[in-house]
């Protein structure tokens, strides 16, 4: 395995704290860090895989493998397989040879790709982990503390990356949820003064056209201030 020279890991370490930063989506940002990882450890393939917390499992969600077999391996449960328990204990676990190893699943896949050593890191924010990322070799290869430590920086800015884009996601779906409620509301109050309807009619009235017309509820309450103020400018 020949990693990249100190210069080179800087530079990726310093690709990812960009990403941080940047307004790429979520699976851009993992395919970037895979990409970039792969290269500063000289692995032949390296995968990001993430926790569903509602479904307890961890999923690949990047490789930089072109391998649909690897990419489309089934999710595995937290603790099961060494990346479940990697995730779970939050500490990182090296294998010399995947094959040999009694914990490691998908022996077969492993075979099949040429996978020999695995140096698996989480990816924790704030000592909570979200997932974990995996690199590779095609050879056995002995982990160095280095080599640890390089993918534990990697692994760490990586997590930080990715929790700052989930955080912008959820914030923005929020924001729009309230937009939504506000305009809701608003529609609302147009319908119970132009129709002299309670607030339990107008809602309901909003609700029948959504379902008939098949908008969301959000649609249709723009629709009904943007008549109510197309009328006002008429008069």
Known sequence: MESM????????LSKISKAITSDLYLEDILRLIV???AEAMGSNICSIMLIDEKKNEIVIRATQSVSEEYIKKPPLKIGEGIAGKVAKENKPIAIKEVIKEKE????????????????????????????????YTSTPHNFTETEIDILTSIANQAAV??????????SKVIQEELEARKKIERAKGILMKEEGLTEEEAYKKLQRYSMDHRKTMHEVAEAI???????????
Not at 115 to 133: E, N, R
Not at 161 to 170: D, F, H, S
């Open 5 to 12: 020279p100190f210069e080179e890991q800087i530079k990726a």
């Open 35 to 37: 990409v970039v990882t």
């Open 104 to 135: 490691y699943k998908y022996k077969d896949i492993a075979k099949k790709e040429g996978l020999c050593s695995l140096l698996c890191v989480p990816l924790a924010v704030k000592g909570k982990v979200i997932g974990v990322i995996n690199c």
């Open 161 to 170: 990356a990715i929790e700052n884009t989930e955080l912008m996601v959820k």
């Open 225 to 235: 201030i943007l008549a109510s103020d197309i009328k006002k400018k008429i008069r």
